[in-house]
């Protein structure tokens, strides 16, 4: 029988592992629509970010499909591997809060 430790170990890494593969695989659909020559008139985006923002005006289909990608490999990376095993969050849960003064 798999200990519990190893199957988290097993199921974060997996997920982290498919979380970049799905990253990659829209940056390369991205750039098979660019390759492609689909240039069509895909909209606007606009997002903000604490004081920053970004403003994309008429552009491609494949540019929003590689910034979705970079987005989804990045924030992948970013989180990195955290495992929290169980008796850690029974121990959490069991701590009483700290008082404020």
């Not at 920053?52 to 491609?60: H, L, V």
């Amino acid at each position: 029988m798999m200990d519990i430790h190893l199957a988290q170990i097993i199921a974060v890494t997996t997920y982290k592992v498919f979380s970049l593969l799905a990253g990659v695989a829209l940056c390369f659909l991205g750039y098979k629509l660019f390759m492609a020559g689909v240039w069509g008139h895909a909209g606007d985006a606009e997002g903000n970010f604490g004081n920053n923002k970004i403003i994309i005006k008429k552009a491609a289909p494949g540019t929003f499909f590689v910034l979705m990608g970079a987005l989804v490999i990045g924030v992948t990376l970013v989180q990195g591997l955290h495992f929290t095993t169980s008796s850690e969050i029974g121990k959490k849960q069991n701590e009483k809060p700290p008082l404020i003064d």
